[in-house]
C-alpha cells in the first residue's frame, strides 16, 4: 500500500511561486516515477507532469518551462516547484505513483 500526501498550496499572488510537496509512504521515492495532475474548478483533472524514475518529465505545454521536478530521497518526496504562476493556474493539485492518490493540495492564484 502507497499513501501520498501533498502539501505546500496556498494563495499566491499573480507572478509569484510556490513549491509543492508530495511525501510517499509505503515506498521508496527513488526508482519510480509519477504524476502531477490539476483540477480546476468545473473543471477535468489534467496531466500536469509525467516524471519518470531517471526524473526526466513531460510538461503539459501550459507549465513548461515555469515548473520544475525535484525528489529528496531522505524526505521520501517528490516536489513540484511553481514559478511565474498566473489566474489559470488556480487548480486543486494531486501526485500520483501507481494508481495510488493523494488527496490534493490547493493552489490559488490571485491578486
Known amino acids: 500500500h502507497v499513501e501520498l500526501v501533498e502539501s505546500g498550496g496556498g494563495l499566491v499572488q499573480p507572478g509569484g511561486s510556490l513549491r509543492l510537496s508530495c511525501a510517499v509512504r509505503g515506498r521508496p521515492v527513488g526508482g519510480w516515477g509519477m504524476r502531477w495532475f490539476r483540477q480546476a474548478p468545473g473543471g477535468q483533472r489534467d496531466?500536469?507532469?509525467?516524471?519518470?524514475?531517471?526524473?526526466?518529465?513531460v510538461w503539459a505545454a501550459s507549465v513548461k518551462g515555469r515548473f520544475s521536478i525535484s525528489r529528496d530521497s531522505h524526505e521520501n518526496s517528490f516536489y513540484l516547484q511553481m514559478n511565474n504562476l498566473s489566474p489559470e493556474d488556480t487548480a486543486v493539485y494531486y501526485c500520483?505513483?501507481?494508481?495510488?492518490w493523494g488527496q490534493g493540495t490547493q493552489v490559488t492564484v490571485s491578486s
Open positions: 496531466l500536469v507532469a509525467r516524471i519518470y524514475p531517471n526524473m526526466t518529465a
Open positions: 500520483s505513483i501507481d494508481g495510488f
